[in-house]
């Protein structure tokens, strides 16, 4: 795009709406609700949500930096929240003591910790592999 700041509101517009659709999608996989445990006072799921937040935006934000177009910016998007998505499944399955769902819904804050660095961190190394 030419004008500068029509592409910023372009780009911003695609990942706030991609923002909203992903965290539908992680509404679906985990078996407490968000929003409702966030109103609630529970600092894990806040922190845990917050994590998701910032990897979906931190992937995005390598997304626009690497890519001249909306339509790959959002591909890209895309495909790094599915491995985002992909890590929160493996992160679950490499802790067969508990559950990790149950533990933040329980507001267990180290377990709500640990999953917000992962979020942070695998948005990291996602974002460095984005083309």
Known sequence: MA???VETVAN???VVLSLIVFLAIFEVVTKYKNWEEISKG????????GGKV??????FRYSIEHNDTILDMTIWGVYGFLL??????????????FRIDDEIQQDNRAVGLISMVISVGLSFVIGSGIG
């Open 3 to 5: 004008n500068p700041y």
């Open 12 to 14: 911003y517009s695609v």
């Open 42 to 49: 529970n600092l894990s799921v806040a922190m845990a949500t």
């Open 54 to 59: 910032f990897g979906i935006a931190n992937i």
């Open 84 to 97: 985002l998505l992909i890590g929160y499944f493996i992160f679950e399955f490499l802790t067969p003591r």
